[in-house]
């Protein structure tokens, strides 16, 4: 579904991403894990358009998405919910699913009940100002925001950053809810075992490099990664 | 006359001048809450605006009602110029680079006006015409109704542009954060044209209106014009559509008020001490947010 042919980034001088490549196959659950800053989300950024490779190649469904611009690359099929959550506060929560089906000709009433079951919490708000929402709740909206467009492929980016762990635990059940319903998902994540534990494959970054992959009960057994990442 | 009429004819003056005011404050505050630009080039557009009437209905000899189109039609496509050939390419530049050229564009459009044009002023012709209104002693002009209730449609309209439609959504959801906005499938240069298209419509609006009540147009007529606007915009909060409405309209009050005591030489001078004290105790305007720089 997507395949990252040896992307080079920089941010101005800095060499951010030296030469990565990886793939997601359909309906899988990949992770990339590793350090802060070794470019997870640098990757992610590049992969939906909002940064652009100096060299190599991304392919989506078979179409090259290297250069296109990251509007278009959302009607493809691609959804990146980025790390912060980055919800528009001042707008509404009902604004902010809408913003999401941008892509849409129009806000479908089915869509906001499949989202509305599943987050039940932002039906209940659905008239606040998104910037009075919970922590979990925003992460909650931003996971519903990307689905108002119907992705295919769903990028997450830290979806447990900041969450207290009973949160996090509900998240990435929401995520393999997702899955088992049929959207692949890249997953980067800082909390290498939670990631692990529902990823069918992964990849370690190192400082713009990729230095291990395997499926993510083989990364979970590698002694480095229970060294460097898990604590153990 | 007693008190009483004065301060309410005062007053309808002064909601002349700041429908105006409002009317140009919000394409300043427009732009400037989608790319942080104080787009000093805004007030120009008005003066562009003027001469189209001018053209159209002095030289060409044709009716109110195309002048009036021709205006607005003009000054909307002349902002998504500007912004296209002047402020795109500068997108990734620094802000100063942005504000340096606005400047710049200034200069350009009244230096062009005064080639093709010349430099002494025009005399409009009548635009709108009709019966004064008369409210006990309290004498209406009929422009300043026409100006009051047009500006006031139109700020209604941009109201529910802004707040109801999938662009006007789109509009706040750049204005807030860009990147995001590019990962719903909101096409970030369209949504530029289109708030530079509304907020120069809107100065085509303010450009007949202003043209009803002070029937001169000349090179130099926008830029205290844009420069007054710009402080109504600041005093609402920059950023803020209601807060331009509601500045535009103070700024307008306080000028017919200070021009009625006697003091109308000191009018601009008071508007700039406004200004001036705004900044110093509280920058972010009436109804402006706290600016939280991003990261």
Redesign the interface.
Known sequence: MLTVKDIHVYYGPIHAIKGVSFEVNDGEIVALIGANGAGKSTILKTV???LHPKTGSIEFNGEDITKV????I??KGL??V?EGR??????TVM?NL???A??QKSVREEDLERIFERFPRLKERRKQIAGTLSGGEQQMLAIG?ALM?HPKLLMLDEPSMGLAPILVEQIFEIIKELNDSGTTILLVEQNAGMALEIADRAYVLETGNITLSGTGAELMCSEEVRKAYLGA | MSVLSMIVSQLINGLQSGSVYALIALGYSMVYGIIMLLNFAHGDIIMVGAYIVWVTMSVLGLPPAVGIIAAVAGCTLLGVIIEKVAYTPLRKSPRLSLLITAIGVSFFLQNIAQLIIGAGSKTMPAIVSGPNLYIGSVNLSFVAIVTIVVSLISMAILTILVQKTKMGKAMRAVSEDMGTAQLMGISVNKTISFTFAIGSALAGIGAVLYSCAYPQASPTMGSMLGLKAFVAAVLGGIGSIPGAMIGGFAIGILEAFVSAVGLSVWKDGVVFAILILVLLIKPTGIMGREIKEKV
């Open positions: 939906s358009g909002l611009e990251p509007h278009r959302v009607k959804a990146h980025p980055r919800i528009f506060l001042r707008m604004e809408e913003m999401g941008f892509t925001r467009s």
